[in-house]
């Protein structure tokens, strides 16, 4: 059921006969402007606009508008991690992989979706911990993820994400029961429950906690670069929760799919992953030879790919 376009040079014609290309994406915005920049010098007949799209509540919002059918005016779809499986049947049905393992399309097929075959993972992130070193001596910051279940960590000492998607990324290492375990009993040390980085890491800095259980690691080096006290702390630990995110696909309703679908191959091109990697440091996709796959080599990662997405 599955389109499978034969040549790279049908959908450069497709694309030049379309209209304006109307992206949404996860990236931070000051990646657009370069992005698109990048794109109209390999396409300069291309008008292209972007959109972020973040955030649950953004998600929820947007998935009603798709199953009420009332999105007519995007071209790519951004595909949440929380909802991946509710996105999922509202994408094109391109045979993305067939046309990366066949050439067509110059995307590394690792980057897409086996399963669904149209998707394509242009980012990526991993997890560490954040910790205030003038509140927490050297020798007590945990080394190992069970370190945080240590009685001296107990009542209120740490931070907790309520969106557990770094939790998740652990269960290709340590496997879903471990992962439940210890989810439980991180519970039990009565943690402060948090939700969002910028505000977690503002609050680390300012001394207000000392220590966070499990962060993004480049939001975390984020504010570490911003950090006037000098006092946050990004520490990783393995084996480091890694996880494909920013995943994009061409809209069922797209009116320029052809366009669409030029953009996602330049997404996950060698060129854009380095605008990523610039602009966005920490993000570019793990399989393309960027900043996090660097950063990988030599440790023990539990990759949260498109085989355990769900």
Known sequence: GYAFITSHDEIL???????????????????????????????????????EMTGTDTAQRFLLELKAGTVKEW???????????????????????????????????????????SMVSIGSAICSIAYNKNHLAADKVPNKWEDFLKPEFKGRKFLVDIRPYCLAALVPAMGEEWVK???????????????GQTRAMSGIIAGEYALHQMTQYHSCMRAAAKDVTKSLVCKIIEPVPAKIQDVEGVLQSAPNPSRALLFIEHNASPE????????NPLKSNVFADGEIARLLRGKKVSLNDFRTYH
């Not at 375990?181 to 939700?195: D, F, L, S």
């Open 13 to 51: 014609a497709g694309a030049k006969k379309e209209g304006k290309l109307r992206a949404s994406s996860s990236l931070d915005p000051n990646t657009f402007k370069p992005l698109m920049d990048s794109f109209k010098k390999k396409y300069p007949f291309v008008d292209i606009e972007i959109q």
């Open 75 to 117: 071209d790519t779809l951004h595909l949440p991690e929380d909802f991946y499986t509710d996105y999922a049947p509202h994408a094109k049905k391109i045979d993305v992989l067939g046309m990366a393992e066949h050439g067509v399309l110059k995307i590394n097929p690792k980057m897409v979706d086996p399963e669904y075959r």
């Open 181 to 195: 375990n210890y989810a439980r009993k991180i519970k039990e040390q009565e943690p402060i429950w948090v939700r």
């Open 272 to 279: 854009a992953q380095k605008i990523i990697d610039e602009f």
